[in-house]
């Protein structure tokens, strides 16, 4: 049968209470561990490794009393009284025996190593004997467990009493839930407690990291903001803001959401590890930790770190080509035409009816270009071909294209204008007079019609828009036979401008599949 969450409290308050004795307790196990490991490695002399070795032993040991000893599973919810104080009374005396070879051992490791001059060895060696006198105070103060399954006395110290409430609140229950190898990575250390700080940072030095540390939540969280770091390893139980409330802040956080959290804590209930995972922690390490795991798991979380940014890196280049591409149709299309073939991948063609067609052609192009370098003549075309566009869009022309020396340009056709031939003829005046300004000194020939026509888009991997039809050739013939150095109209679009011009009839010119074809010249506007 299963219980309420009302029923569920008491046994959740002694829970969270033997989770808190555990992790106490673990604290300077894992120092102990944790040191003489790094004296083990550092290849100590012949002579002291065999001590080093029982010290590592008796961590050993404590750590399997405390796993087994302070197991709410063990106990049980309805453990009598005789059975919570033969607990702690067998906590008591079976931790102490360990401890004490720890210290004993330790101390006279510590009296060679200073008698040698080791300071390095000295300094580790009392790291553990400080942790062994630590652990020794906890277990002679360690409290009684009441026949009500909690505390018979409150932690003393109110700070740990507050963590205890934060990280029990901030835990849902499972029927809670049900309801409602890389190195060099900069890793960010952050647990309350200095000497594991110290001892994980080390670590992470001998394995190629480069570790910061950050002594609480508010801290860790002020550094990920102003600082960049590869990896987060996060205890849980820590004051003001434990180790829940920092995750949950980094993955709502933007700009932290993606950056990988490894848990490290002595809270070893399957509800906390789950609990870390679902709100967006890569991983999950009790402590004391195992040296070959921890590199491991922070190296797979590195390489999914690495992954992702280059996922990333991609998807920002795949977007700016992206951009650039959308660019470059937009310089070669109009923008109705770009956002259509973006859309269907198709352009259909249209009929304008109303489109006034300008060409204009050097005069004696082949003659300048044949005694000149190739780099010359691209070089002055450029700077005729910049001019016309920036005339072009000055008066609501659109340029079609170029096609060697010849330029061609529109009036209403993406836009609407009162009078295209209008603006085409003062386009064109200022495209005379723009090209003898230049250093190359040209004669330019325009010539100018209006009437109806087809546009649209042209090729399968090289875009062109372009138009077709016989006001197109009309006023290519028209520029053809006109008077150079001048701008020259068909007779029907000289009428369409005659109250805004000064010009003359340059008679009836044959034209090639035309006959006979009167063009005018345009001297002036008034």
């Given amino acids: 049968m299963t219980s309420s969450a009302g029923e569920a409290r008491p046994d959740r308050a002694r829970d969270a209470l033997l989770a808190h004795l555990r992790h106490e307790l673990r604290t300077p196990v894992n120092a102990i561990l ?8 550092d290849e100590a002399p012949g002579r002291v490794r065999p001590d080093l070795q029982k010290i590592q032993a008796g961590g050993r040991t404590l750590l399997a009393l405390i796993n087994e000893l302070l197991d709410p599973a063990r106990l049980g919810p309805a453990a009598s009284p005789e059975e919570l104080e033969a607990a702690g009374a067998r906590i008591r005396h079976d931790l102490r025996t360990p401890v ?43 409290v009684s467990l009441s026949a009500g399954g909690g505390p018979a006395t409150a932690p003393r110290d109110a700070q740990v009493s507050t963590m205890i409430a934060q990280a029990v609140s901030s835990l849902r229950s499972l029927e809670e839930q049900e309801r409602g190898r890389v190195e060099g990575g900069r890793i960010l250390v952050v647990d309350d407690n200095e000497i594991n700080r110290d001892m994980l940072s080390r670590r992470l030095v001998r394995q190629g990291y480069t570790p910061f540390s950050a002594a609480d939540g508010r801290e860790a969280l002020t550094r990920l903001r102003a600082e960049s770091f590869d990896l987060v390893l996060l205890d849980i139980l820590m004051p003001e803001m434990n180790g829940y409330q920092v995750l949950e802040e980094m993955k709502g956080d933007p700009a932290l959401r993606h950056l990988p959290v490894i848990m490290i804590s002595a809270l070893d209930e399957v509800e906390s590890v789950v609990r870390c995972i679902e709100i967006g922690a890569e991983d999950y390490l009790p402590k004391p930790f195992n040296p070959v795991l921890l590199r491991a798991r922070i190296g797979a979380s590195l390489e999914k770190k690495r992954l992702r940014d280059r996922e990333v890196l991609h998807l920002r280049q795949i977007e700016a080509e992206k951009k650039r591409s959308d660019e470059l149709l937009h310089v070669i299309l109009p ?39 190739p780099e010359e003549i691209v070089a002055a075309l450029q700077l005729l071909f910049e001019a016309y566009e920036e005339l072009s869009a000055r008066h609501e022309m659109y340029k079609i294209k170029t096609i060697g020396d010849s330029f061609m340009s529109t009036a209403g056709l993406i836009a609407p204008v009162p009078n295209p031939v209008l603006s085409a003829v003062r ?16 004669d330019v020939r325009v010539g100018i019609h209006a009437g109806p026509v087809v546009a649209g888009v042209v090729g399968r991997k090289q875009y062109l828009y372009d138009l077709w039809g016989d006001t197109v050739n009309t006023a290519a013939r028209v520029e053809s036979h006109g008077s150079k ?42």
Avoid at 118 to 138: M, N, P, V, W
Avoid at 348 to 371: E, K
Avoid at 427 to 442: F, I, N, Q, S, T
Wanted: glycine share 8%; hydrophobic share 45%.
């Fill in 427 to 442: 386009c064109g005046l200022e495209m005379v007079r723009a090209a003898k300004d230049l250093p190359a000194g040209w």
């Fill in 485 to 526: 150095a001048g701008v020259n109209l068909s007779a029907s679009a000289w009428e369409r401008v005659r109250d805004h011009a000064q010009g003359r009839s340059l008679g009836l010119v044959p034209v090639k599949g035309k006959g006979e074809m009167e063009i005018w010249r345009v001297d002036a506007l008034v």
């Fill in 34 to 41: 944790g040191y003489s490991e790094m004296l083990l490695e």
């Fill in 100 to 142: 004490n070879a720890i210290l004993g051992y330790s101390e006279m490791l510590l009296e060679e190593a200073e008698a040698s001059g080791e300071d390095a060895s000295a300094d580790d060696l009392r790291r553990i004997h400080g942790a062994a006198t630590r652990l020794l105070a906890l277990v002679d103060d360690l």
């Fill in 335 to 373: 923008h109705d035409i770009v956002e259509e073939l973006k859309r269907s991948g198709a352009v259909a063609p249209r009929r304008h009816h109303d489109v006034a067609v300008l060409f204009c052609d050097i005069v004696g192009f082949t003659p300048y270009s044949a005694n000149r370098q």
